[in-house]
C-alpha cells in the first residue's frame, strides 16, 4: 500500500479524492494548508505528494520549494483551470506532473500509478543518497566521503538536479533551464564549467583514487552516477 500525502483546502475535494485514493489501495493522509502539509511532510515521509498550488498559510509553490530542498519523491500538482503557465512553472520548479482543475477522477488515479512505478523509493537528505553522498539542504552542501563539500547556491542547485535525477542523463539544456532558468540567456560553456567545479570539490574532498558520481555523457549532458 503507498502513503500519499495530499495538500488540499477544499474540504469536498480533499474528502471525495481521499476517497477514491483509498478504493485504489492507497493509504491517504490530508493537510488542509501548507504550513502542515510540510509537517506531516517530514512525519510521514510519504510515497507521493498531491499538492494544490492554492494554499493558506504557505502556497504550494513554497511547499514544492522546501520538499525538493528534502527529496526527491514524485509531487504531482494540481492548478487553477485556465493557467496554463501554471502547468509550465511546476514542471520547472521540480513538480513530476501537473493536472489542471477540474480533472477526471480516473485520470489522476492512472497519473498517480504512473509516478509510483516509474520511481523505486524516495531519497531524502537526511539519507545517504548512493553509498557516500548526503545533501546538506540547510548549509546548502553536501558530505562526501565524510568531508564537507562547501557549494555555491548555483553549485548546490545543479547538484540537487543531478541527485535528483539519480541514473538517468540531465541534458544541457535541461540544466540551463532548471539551475539558471533562462535557457537562451545562458551558455552552454557555463554548465560545462559549473559541472567541473562541483566534480572538482568532490574529488578534493573524498579519498584518492575514488570516483566522483557526478559524470559526463558525450553528446547528451550529464548524470549522477548511482553505485
Known amino acids: 500500500m503507498s502513503g500519499l500525502l495530499m495538500v488540499e483546502d477544499d474540504d469536498a475535494l480533499a474528502a471525495a479524492l481521499r476517497t477514491l485514493l483509498a478504493q485504489d489501495g492507497h493509504d491517504v493522509v490530508r493537510a488542509p494548508n501548507g504550513r502542515e502539509g510540510l509537517r506531516l511532510l517530514f512525519a510521514r515521509r ?4 498531491l499538492l494544490d498550488t492554492t494554499l493558506p498559510a504557505l502556497d504550494g509553490w513554497q511547499v514544492l520549494e522546501r520538499t525538493r530542498d528534502l527529496t526527491d519523491l514524485p509531487v504531482l500538482l494540481m492548478t487553477p483551470a485556465g493557467a496554463p503557465a501554471d502547468r509550465v512553472r511546476g514542471l520547472r520548479a521540480g513538480a513530476d506532473d501537473c493536472l489542471s482543475k477540474p480533472f ?3 485520470e489522476l488515479l492512472a497519473r498517480v500509478d504512473a509516478l509510483l512505478r516509474r520511481t523505486d523509493g524516495a531519497h ?3 539519507q545517504a543518497t548512493g553509498t557516500e553522498l548526503h545533501l546538506v539542504p540547510e548549509r546548502r552542501s553536501a558530505v562526501w566521503h565524510g568531508g564537507e563539500v562547501r557549494l555555491s547556491a548555483l553549485e548546490y ?3 540537487q538536479t543531478l541527485v535528483r535525477n539519480r541514473g538517468r ?3 544541457t539544456e535541461q540544466l ?6 533562462a535557457a537562451e540567456d545562458t551558455g552552454r560553456g557555463r554548465v560545462k564549467f559549473a559541472v567541473h567545479r562541483v566534480r572538482r570539490k568532490l574529488q578534493a574532498a573524498g579519498p584518492p583514487g575514488v570516483a566522483v558520481p557526478v ?3 558525450r553528446g547528451m549532458g550529464y548524470r549522477y552516477r548511482v553505485p
Do not use: I, K, M, N
Open 176 to 181: 540551463l533551464t532548471r539551475v539558471w532558468g
Open 215 to 217: 559524470e559526463s555523457v
Open 157 to 159: 542547485d545543479l547538484l
Open 104 to 106: 477526471d477522477h480516473q
Open 124 to 126: 531524502w537528505a537526511t
Open 46 to 49: 510519504p510515497d507521493l505528494l
Open 169 to 171: 542523463v540531465v541534458t
